[in-house]
């Protein structure tokens, strides 16, 4: 699924509307799908109240709020304006919900959800009064009440093509048709939170876009269900290359992570002087084999992937040399991350990575990799390095890319600020690692990986705001089945 300027949305809907469908239908397929998702994020009923202007934006509010109100929530209505001042649609989705709706916050428990239905892909320049005033509301209520802000198609007051301007921050935005380009940008990023996608049939999204936005309903079949007679030999083995005195933590996380999404066997390499620290918090399912060339054995194993970096910054200066020396020759697919890419940097061999490597790095390694492409853009600095160095390239960050010679770029919309914590890349490492272990392409394993641990960290927010790597892994699993069922 693409992204789209809103120009281009509007001239999809136009072709929509000479195809006979209706603006109504749109709205009201546009509202249900709304709905749906907001139900699979908070399953038991709360409150909700709809803020909007007199722009059919408000329209797909009133739809949502009809479906939540039938889903045993409490509704309320926030208007700006007069509702003789609203649309033809919005008002007609009004009258739909029938009653006299209140305009005070409903009392009672569960969640306490504003829709943002203020301003969509209509909005020009700076949010004006009297939405501005129900913008601040909605600020003061998360910012105060806990309330979760769900813009529906974009945050209220951004540009759909920018992202830029100041309007509603929203927890999640759940965008309607095809996603808005404004919403991938670092000034949309800070506004939208987590994106959510409502396809519409009849608005298909442009073919050959450059950026995609990444999820189950554009990637269906990547997680299939396994056949009856599947053995642990079809689901790969993995040699790891992790951890050291003082870092064990990152190998374990690493290994346990790799068999959580499904790896076959997992071995672990290490010299004889880090096994003490290294083989006791050893998950049992892993495998530990010991030698003063751990890196050569790696290599020469026969695994079907290798994960090589989480916590090796003490690996012995040989090891290294042997690391460097067999990543420039054939070997399988291999994850390189944390130190594996600083060893690279440090010796200037970053021209050495191929097809046959996945990059995992967080901005700070990606400035020692391509310090040259640090100050443009995240997303061109990410097609220039995969253009200069013919990789698939992961770059964490504020919503993590992937990109890879040939491939429209992926953006990933899941995980939050909470789990900016170490041992998230480890973890990310080893699904990564996994899924390329079971014969995955690089491109689909690391968005894959990039999303199921969002997801997952995502899942954890129900234990409190702060996401430890080992909350992500314990939801792993979860976040595995919502992929599955197709539902986030
Ligand atoms: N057109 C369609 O067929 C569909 C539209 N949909 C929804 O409709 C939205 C677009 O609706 P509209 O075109 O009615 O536009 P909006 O609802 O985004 O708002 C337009 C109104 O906002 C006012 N406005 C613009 N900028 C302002 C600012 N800075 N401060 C205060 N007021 C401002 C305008 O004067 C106008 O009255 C989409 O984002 C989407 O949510 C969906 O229902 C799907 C179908
Ligand atoms: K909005």
Not at 309 to 325: C, H, R, V, Y
Request: glycine share 12%; net charge neutral.
């Amino acid at each position: 699924m693409s992204f789209v300027t809103g120009a281009a949305m509007r001239s999809l809907e136009e072709a929509a509307f000479r195809r006979g469908v209706s603006a109504e239908s749109l709205m009201d397929r546009a509202g249900e799908g709304i709905a749906r998702r907001l139900l699979d994020h908070f399953p038991q009923p709360g409150r909700a109240v709809a803020y909007i202007g007199k722009g059919n934006n408000g329209g797909d509010a009133l739809v949502a709020l009809r479906y939540l109100r039938e889903a045993g929530w409490q509704i309320a209505l926030k208007a700006a304006y007069p509702e003789t001042e609203w649309g033809v649609l919005p008002r007609r989705k009004r009258r739909e919900l029938v009653e006299e709706l209140p305009n005070a916050l409903p009392e009672g428990s569960g969640p306490l959800l504003l829709l943002d239905g203020l301003l969509g892909i209509g909005a020009r320049g700076t949010l004006r009064e009297p939405l501005a005033r129900l913008a601040e509301e909605m600020a003061w209520l998360r910012d105060s009440h806990g309330a979760v802000v769900a813009a529906m198609d974009l945050p209220s007051g951004i540009d759909a093509d920018s992202g830029e301007g100041r309007g509603v921050v929203a927890d999640l935005t759940i965008t309607v048709g095809v996603a808005k380009l404004g919403l991938s940008t670092p000034a949309g990023i800070a506004s939208a939170g987590r994106i959510l996608l409502v396809p519409l049939g009849d608005l298909p999204p442009p073919e050959g876009s450059a950026l995609e936005l990444f999820g189950p309903d554009a990637f269906p079949g990547l997680l299939s269900p396994r056949p009856h007679d599947f053995h642990k030999g079809d689901s790969g083995r993995i040699g790891l290359l992790a951890g050291s005195p003082g870092m064990t933590g990152a190998a374990v996380l690493a290994a346990t992570a790799a068999l959580r999404a499904g790896a076959g066997l997992v071995t672990l390499h290490v010299e004889p002087e880090f096994l003490p620290s290294l083989a006791a918090p050893m998950p049992p399912e892993v495998m530990v084999k010991v030698s003063p060339t751990p890196v050569t054995d790696a290599f020469s194993a026969g695994h079907d992937a290798l994960v090589i970096g989480p916590g090796i910054a003490n690996m012995s200066k040989t090891g290294q040399a042997d690391l460097l020396a067999r990543l420039a020759k054939p070997h399988p697919p291999a994850v390189l991350d944390a130190d594996g890419l600083n060893f690279l940097a440090t010796a200037g061999k970053t021209a050495l990575l191929d097809s046959r490597h996945l990059i995992t790095p967080h901005p700070g390694e990606f400035r020692r990799l391509a310090p040259d492409l640090a100050e443009k853009d995240r997303l061109a600095a990410a097609v220039a390095f995969v253009t200069r160095h013919p990789c698939t390239l992961l770059l964490k960050g504020a919503r993590t890319l992937v990109a890879a010679p040939g491939e429209a770029t992926r953006f990933n919309p899941t995980g939050h600020a909470g789990m900016a914590s170490g041992g998230q890349g480890d973890v990310l490492s080893g699904v990564a690692g996994a899924f390329l272990a079971q014969g995955m392409k690089p491109c689909d394993a690391a968005s894959l990986a990039a999303w199921l641990c969002g997801r997952a960290a995502e899942r954890a927010l129900a234990k409190g705001p702060v996401t430890t790597a080992s909350d992500t892994l314990d939801e792993l699993g979860g976040a595995m089945r919502d992929w599955q069922e197709r539902r986030r």
